[in-house]
C-alpha cells in the first residue's frame, strides 16, 4: 500500500466516509454492460445454485438450480445462461472499423464497440472462470451429447476470465475491485470485497456514516452476501428444508411447483439486493469523467474481442487445460508488460495518482524559469534543435543527472536532466529536450514549455515496450519439460463424458 493511500484511508476513518484517490475514472463502462450475481451453495465446489442476469436494471432474468448436486439441472441452468450471454455477445458483432497495419500497406477489421461483463467481486470471476473449464471440453455428438451452445459459453466464459486478469482491462469487471481504485475507505483490503460494506463507506444512507453503513451490511439478513456463496446460517436455517421440500413433492406435481416457487422466490430474495448495489456502484462510477487514455486501453479489449470471434468462427478449439511452458512465460510476458503500461497511463491521466511518485521522488512538479527555444547543438556531426529550460521545483528530486524524464503533458517529448541545483529553497532542474518539436530547426508553437508554466516530470514513461523472443514449443528448454508431447491417453482435467456428468474429470 502507498503512503498516499494509507493516509487516505486514515482520513477516511476519521471523516466516517470513503475518500477519493482519483479524479477520473480509469475504466471503460459500456452502454449495456452484463451483469452477472452467481450464487453458489456453501460446501459445494462451484455447484451453481442461482444468477441474475441482465444487461440493464430492469433486465433481470433469474436463473436457478433446485438441487444443486443433480448434474442435469446443473447442465439446463448452463444452457439457459447461454441463451441469455451468446446473443448479448453477437450484439457487438455487428459494424467493424479498417485499421491499418504493416506500416499502412495492409488493413484489418475490428468491432468498433465490445461487450463487458461485471459481476460484484473477484470471487465472481473465479465462478466464470470455474464453470468455463468445467463446461467448454463437453461434446456436441457422441453417447451424451450437450447442445453446442454449452462448449461455446465454455469458450467464452473462460475468454471473459482471462481478460480479467489482464491489466487495464474492461472485457470483466468485478466491481469490488474498480470502485476501491478510485475509493479508499477505513476498512480493511479483505473488507472492501464486501460489495454492501464497501458502498456503505462510499455512498453511505442518509443519516448514516460509513462504519455504521458497512456494520448494519455484514447482517446477512439486512444485506446478503454479494456472493458467490451462500451464507451457511441461510443453508441450514432457510435452503436446506426448502431443498428437502422440493426433493420430497417428486412425485406430486402441484406440491413440487409450489416447492419450487417456494425455493426461487427465496434465492431471488439472496440475489436482488447484490444486483441492485452492482448498479449503483456502477452509476457511481459512471459520476467520474474517463481518463484520456481509457479509450485506447478499450481499443485493446475491442482487438481481444474480435480476434477471439475470428478463432470462433474458424472452429478455433477450447482453450487449453494449462499452457505449455512456452506459452505460459509469453503469457506472463504479456501480463507484466500490460501492468507496466498501465500504471503509467494511470499516473499520466490523474494527478492523484502521479502524486503517490511524487511522493517517492520519481516525478516532481515545477515552474519553468528560464527557457531557450532556438538553441542548437552542433557537436555532433550535423546541428540538431536542443532547446532547454529551468525548472525550479519545491519538491524532493530523486534523478540523477543524465536521467531521462517525460511530461504528462508532452508524453512524446524527451527531457535529459543536465544539471541539478540543491537550494534553500528547492531544486533548480535544467532540462534539453528532444522529439516533439517537428523536423526543422525551429520548434512548432507550443511544443518548448514557456517561461511561467508549471509542469510535471517523471522517469515513467508510456513508450512502446518489444515483445520478448520465445522459442517455439517444440524447441522447448529440457529445464522447462523439454518439448511438448503428444499423447492419445486421457490426462488431468480432461472431460469424461457420462451421463448427467457437467464438467467431470478424470
Known amino acids: 500500500m502507498s503512503t498516499l493511500r494509507a493516509l487516505a484511508r486514515a482520513q477516511a476513518l476519521a471523516a466516517g466516509r470513503a475518500q477519493p484517490v482519483a479524479t477520473v475514472r480509469h475504466l471503460h463502462l459500456a452502454e449495456r454492460p452484463l451483469v452477472v450475481v452467481p450464487l453458489?451453495?456453501?460446501?459445494?465446489?462451484?455447484?451453481?445454485?442461482?444468477?441474475?442476469?441482465?444487461?440493464?436494471?430492469?433486465?433481470?432474468?433469474?436463473?436457478?438450480?433446485?438441487?444443486?448436486?443433480?448434474r442435469d439441472q446443473r447442465l439446463r441452468f448452463v444452457s439457459e445462461l447461454a441463451e441469455i450471454v451468446l446473443p448479448y455477445l453477437d450484439e457487438y458483432r455487428g459494424a467493424t472499423e479498417a485499421v491499418p497495419v504493416d506500416r499502412g500497406r495492409d488493413v484489418r477489421h475490428r468491432y468498433v464497440d465490445a461487450p463487458?461483463?461485471?459481476?460484484?467481486?473477484?470471487?465472481?470471476?473465479?465462478?466464470?472462470?470455474?464453470?468455463?473449464?468445467?463446461?467448454?471440453?463437453?461434446?456436441?455428438?457422441?453417447?451424451?451429447?450437450?447442445?453446442?451452445?454449452?462448449?461455446?459459453?465454455?469458450?467464452?466464459?473462460?475468454?471473459?476470465?482471462e481478460r480479467a486478469e489482464h491489466p487495464g482491462s474492461a472485457t470483466t469487471v468485478a466491481l469490488t475491485e474498480a470502485l476501491s481504485l478510485h475509493w479508499a475507505t477505513?476498512?480493511?483490503?479483505?473488507?472492501?470485497?464486501?460489495?454492501?460494506?464497501?458502498l456503505g463507506w462510499i455512498d453511505p444512507p442518509p443519516g448514516q456514516d460509513g462504519p455504521t453503513a458497512a456494520a448494519l451490511a455484514e447482517d446477512p439478513d439486512r444485506c446478503p452476501p454479494a456472493g458467490p456463496t451462500t451464507d451457511p446460517e441461510f443453508d441450514n436455517r432457510v435452503l436446506a428444508p426448502a431443498m428437502a421440500a422440493y426433493d420430497a413433492a417428486v412425485d406430486d406435481p402441484r406440491a413440487r411447483a409450489a416447492a419450487y416457487a417456494h425455493l426461487t422466490g427465496l434465492l431471488r430474495g439472496q440475489l436482488a439486493p447484490t444486483w441492485d448495489l452492482v448498479w449503483r456502484g456502477l452509476s457511481l462510477l459512471r459520476t467520474l469523467p474517463a481518463g484520456a487514455r481509457v479509450a485506447a486501453r478499450f481499443t485493446g479489449d475491442r482487438d481481444s474481442f474480435t480476434g477471439y470471434c475470428e478463432h470462433v468462427d474458424a472452429g478455433g478449439g477450447p482453450q487449453p487445460s494449462r499452457d505449455g511452458?512456452?506459452?505460459?512465460?509469453?503469457?506472463?510476458?504479456?501480463?507484466?508488460?500490460?501492468?507496466?503500461?498501465?500504471?503509467?497511463?494511470?499516473?499520466?491521466?490523474?494527478?492523484?495518482?502521479?502524486?503517490?511518485?511524487?511522493?517517492?521522488?520519481?516525478?516532481?512538479v515545477g515552474e519553468v524559469t528560464l527557457a531557450d527555444p532556438h538553441r542548437i547543438d552542433d557537436t555532433g556531426k550535423r546541428p540538431v534543435l536542443r532547446p532547454r529550460i529551468q525548472v525550479v521545483t519545491e519538491e524532493s528530486v530523486a534523478v540523477p543527472v543524465g536521467a531521462v524524464l517525460y511530461s504528462p503533458t508532452r508524453p512524446g517529448q524527451k527531457a535529459r536532466a543536465v544539471y541539478l541545483t540543491r537550494t534553500d529553497s528547492g531544486t533548480e532542474v535544467v532540462l534539453e529536450l528532444s522529439g516533439g518539436m517537428g523536423r526543422g530547426r525551429t520548434a512548432a508553437p507550443g511544443t518548448v514549455p514557456e517561461v511561467g508554466e508549471r509542469l510535471c516530470y517523471t522517469t515513467l514513461t508510456d513508450t512502446f515496450l518489444p515483445a520478448a523472443a520465445f522459442p517455439a514449443p517444440e524447441e522447448t528448454p529440457w529445464t522447462h519439460g523439454g518439448p511438448p508431447v503428444t499423447s492419445?491417453?486421457?490426462?488431468?482435467g480432461v472431460p469424461v463424458e457420462g451421463p448427467g456428468r457437467v464438467g467431470a474429470t478424470r
Open 40 to 70: 453458489t451453495m456453501a460446501g459445494e465446489a462451484n455447484a451453481p445454485l442461482a444468477a441474475l442476469v441482465g444487461a440493464a436494471p430492469d433486465e433481470a432474468r433469474l436463473l436457478t438450480v433446485a438441487q444443486p448436486r443433480n
Open 116 to 161: 463487458q461483463v461485471v459481476v460484484p467481486n473477484p470471487a465472481g470471476v473465479t465462478f466464470l472462470r470455474l464453470l468455463g473449464r468445467a463446461i467448454r471440453f463437453r461434446r456436441v455428438d457422441g453417447d451424451h451429447p450437450v447442445p453446442p451452445s454449452v462448449p461455446l459459453l465454455g469458450q467464452w466464459l473462460t475468454f471473459f476470465a
Open 186 to 198: 477505513g476498512q480493511s483490503v479483505m473488507e472492501d470485497l464486501h460489495l454492501p460494506a464497501l
Open 325 to 364: 511452458a512456452v506459452a505460459a512465460a509469453a503469457r506472463l510476458h504479456r501480463l507484466e508488460r500490460a501492468l507496466t503500461s498501465y500504471a503509467v497511463q494511470r499516473a499520466y491521466d490523474d494527478p492523484l495518482v502521479m502524486a503517490e511518485y511524487r511522493l517517492t521522488g520519481e516525478a516532481f
Open 488 to 492: 492419445a491417453a486421457p490426462t488431468a
